[in-house]
């Protein structure tokens, strides 16, 4: 399992997403931002979508450390799933870590 450090506020939602390719959205958002697909699009803001296989439930090593340094500089992160058991994996993994 992959570790990832997320910082200090960091919310975390599970919802369905925008397609059927991504059925299912985990969002992290930074403090002060509530996790929501209205928060990805939000006009001036920088958003990261990170897309997973069927059966993957955490971003490879790349994705894990592009997630971290978009939170950290203050941007939303959506992990995108096409199945709900991968996308409650994630969410519960992100959980984990937000409570490290």
């Known amino acids: 399992m992959i570790k990832i450090t997320l910082p200090a506020g960091v919310t975390i939602a599970t919802t369905s997403g925008p397609a059927p390719e991504?059925?299912?959205?985990?969002?992290?958002?930074?403090?002060?931002?509530?996790p929501t697909?209205?928060?990805?699009v939000a006009?001036?803001?920088?958003?990261v979508l990170l897309t997973h296989d069927r059966?993957?439930?955490?971003?490879?090593?790349k994705g894990r450390a592009l997630a971290e340094a978009a939170l950290a500089d203050g941007c939303v992160?959506?992990?995108a799933f096409a199945a709900l058991a991968d996308a409650m994996?994630?969410?519960?993994?992100l959980r984990k870590a937000v409570a490290e």
């Open 55 to 61: 059966g993957v439930a955490q971003p490879d090593a």
């Open 89 to 93: 994996a994630c969410s519960k993994w």
């Open 37 to 40: 697909q209205a928060a990805l």
């Open 43 to 47: 006009s001036g803001a920088f958003s």
């Open 22 to 34: 991504s059925a299912w959205l985990v969002i992290a958002a930074p403090a002060g931002i509530e």
């Open 77 to 79: 992160v959506a992990f």
